[in-house]
Structure formats: structure tokens, C-alpha cells
């Protein structure tokens, strides 16, 4: 009872799955993902079974097609289950069995599959398509888009509870030590796709890596400013301490350890963090 796209990015070999249902934390049940594997979402009479055997299947080297004919061949309850796959070169397959409560449904492109179920209609779908094409950004937000198009355009016809996001990349996790980058759920909210989209942007703000134009050099104004700063978060005592230690202190203790620069630079994300902590 949910609706869903899985998806493969070729540019970054990221593949994930957003989900919303009016279901108490779907994101425990609905998207499961493997690096350079593939991506599943199992719903409508969710099977979890068809998420880890389905990868398992993936990574023996059998097709999506081949995947999905052995996953409904072994289940005697097909008919009630909803699928969506795409492996790691962005082939994907869609699958509604018969008994799936209407408005079932849903469509796969290349290197993307949405399907959903109990839907108010088929515009859920249409908009969860057009919202993923026409969106660019790195693949969560692609993701995150398309749901909200969805949410917005009717989503599931018994109303909202859940969603969730599920992105992975080859030592993309935390430390660069999983390839776990992203794992955000909203299990009860009255509006939990856009909850989902505000923590997106809270994992994107401490978790995703500087880029190049966000690094500034800590000239003596700014040395100055960050001192009074610090000082005024109880980081220094006096400005005499050492500005970079502290800086460090802040950043590690506030979360930002993917931001950290070293001495005589800042992250300018870090430094807007700063100062809107000032203005609370």
C-alpha cells in the first residue's frame, strides 16, 4: 500500500529508493539497495524476501527479467505483491500482480522503475516520472522530487504515515567505511515526505563532502569574526587560545566531520552554521 521508485544513476553509481506509504515505518520493509548490485522496492503485500534474494539474484548475474520471474515463480502469492528493480547498469522492470488494490500500477524507464498501489490515481506515477526526469542534482534529490511530485499529485488514496530514502555508493558511507551513504526514514509523521526532504537536507549539510568553491581561506577579518564567535559558544576562553583548535572542537562535537578543513580554511557551510547558531 505504498508507492515508489528505485533508481540508478550512471554518472555517479549511486542506486537508491524513495517510498511513502500510509504505513507505519515502510522503510523498514519497502527499499532495500547493494553497491553495484541494484535496487528493489517490495510492496502492496510487502515481501522482504524479494529485496534480499532479488540482490542475491543480481549478483549471481541474472537479468532484472530473470530476477522477477524467479521472485514470482517461488511465491505462491504473486499475485498480491508489487516490485520495482533496477540493477547496475540501469536496466529495470516493474511488476503489479493481479489482486493488487486499484489504483495499481506503474512504469519503468531506463535506468528507473515506479510502481505504486492503492493509489488515488495514475497521476502519482505520472508525476513521480516527470518530476525524476526533469529534476537534476545529485541522485537523492532527484529521488526526494520525484516523491514529493507524487505526494502532491495524490499519492496513496488512504492518506500519509511514512517514508523513507535509501542510497548506496561504494564507500560512500560515513568515514568512507560502508557503502551505506545514505539510510533516512520518517516512520509516523502527518506530512512525512517533507520531513524526508528536510532531513535530506540536514544529511546533505553534515555528511556530504566540501566542494571546492565552498572552502575559504580564514584571512585576518575572518580570524577575527570566528574568535568572537567561538568565544560567544564557549569553544574559547579568550582569543589568545588557538583559533583552529577550537574551530575543530566545534566542527567534530557539531557533527561536521566530512566539512573539517585544515588549518586557515573554513567551510563556508560551516561558517553560515555558525553564525545562524549566534542568531538563535
Not at 502492496?44 to 534474494?53: E, R, V
Not at 582569543?239 to 566542527?251: C, W
Amino acid at each position: 500500500m505504498t508507492f515508489s521508485i528505485v533508481a540508478f544513476d550512471p554518472d555517479t553509481e549511486e542506486l537508491g529508493v524513495a517510498v511513502a506509504s500510509k504505513f507505519l515505518g515502510v522503510g523498514g520493509v519497502v527499499p532495500f539497495a547493494k553497491a553495484g548490485v541494484g535496487a528493489v522496492a517490495s510492496q502492496s503485500l510487502g515481501n522482504p524476501i524479494y529485496g534480499t534474494k532479488g540482490l542475491e539474484l543480481l549478483a549471481a548475474g541474472k537479468s532484472v527479467e530473470e530476477t522477477l520471474q524467479l521472485l514470482i515463480d517461488e511465491d505462491d502469492q504473486s499475485d498480491w505483491r508489487q516490485v520495482g528493480i533496477v540493477d547496475s547498469t540501469g536496466n529495470s522492470i516493474t511488476y503489479t500482480g493481479g489482486e493488487c488494490y486499484d489504483w495499481a500500477g506503474g512504469v519503468a524507464d531506463t535506468n528507473f522503475a515506479i510502481q505504486g498501489n492503492i493509489l488515488v490515481s495514475e497521476d502519482t506515477i505520472k508525476a513521480i516520472h516527470s518530476a525524476f526526469l526533469d529534476t537534476t542534482g545529485d541522485l537523492a534529490t532527484r529521488l526526494i522530487k520525484a516523491l514529493l511530485a507524487g505526494d502532491l499529485a495524490g499519492g496513496d488514496s488512504r492518506g500519509k504515515q511514512s517514508a523513507a530514502l535509501l542510497v548506496v555508493k561504494e564507500n560512500a558511507g560515513y568515514g568512507g567505511l560502508t557503502d551505506k551513504y545514505i539510510d533516512l526514514r520518517v516512520d509516523d509523521h502527518v506530512e512525512p515526505v517533507q520531513e524526508l526532504e528536510r532531513l535530506l537536507y540536514l544529511h546533505h549539510l553534515y555528511f556530504k563532502p566540501s566542494k571546492a568553491e565552498d572552502i575559504l581561506k580564514i584571512d585576518d577579518k575572518l580570524e577575527q569574526e570566528l574568535k568572537k564567535y567561538l568565544t560567544k559558544l564557549n569553544y574559547l576562553n579568550d582569543q589568545s587560545e588557538h583559533l583552529f583548535d577550537a574551530l575543530k572542537t566545534f566542527q567534530y562535537v557539531e557533527n561536521f566531520d566530512e566539512r573539517v578543513q585544515e588549518d586557515g580554511y573554513i567551510d563556508s557551510q560551516v561558517l553560515e552554521f555558525i553564525k545562524n547558531r549566534l542568531d538563535q
